[in-house]
């Protein structure tokens, strides 16, 4: 069998997409939020919140994140595919410092690099036989 008939394989792509929405939706989120002044609880507010583009990036990634990991679901079992969403951590961790220019200290770091090692684990155990 070729490594690319297996389904573990061909959902990774998915998975992945699903991942870098996610990540980048909390990104887009934190710009919406900039761009109105923070978050206030009055109605005219929170409108211009939610119509801000930003923001609708955000539930836009969202949106498409939900249809792509269905996708995956559809392609191999829950228990494979969820500890990747842990990737959402690093992936997060980048672009907060590339475009919100926040700072990462080297601990944090080191904690990314256990969680990637934790995933790695996981990805690489196989499939449970039923």
Not at 99 to 106: F, G, R
């Amino acid at each position: 069998m070729s490594i690319l008939a297996n389904p573990q394989v061909r959902a990774l792509p998915l998975i992945l997409t699903g991942v870098a929405l996610n990540a980048f939706a909390q990104i887009a989120m934190k710009l919406g939020l900039k761009s109105v002044g923070g978050m206030q609880w009055d109605f005219p507010s929170l409108m211009k919140l939610g119509l801000n583009p930003w923001t609708l990036t955000c539930l836009a990634c969202y949106g498409v994140s939900v249809v792509i990991w269905a996708a995956a679901l559809n392609m191999v079992e829950v228990n494979y595919a969820y500890p990747f969403l842990a990737l959402g951590f690093l992936a997060n961790a980048v672009l907060c410092q590339v475009i919100l220019k926040e700072s990462i200290p080297p601990l944090r770091w080191g904690a990314l690099a256990l969680i990637i090692l934790g995933v790695g684990l996981q990805a690489f155990t196989g499939v449970a036989k039923h």
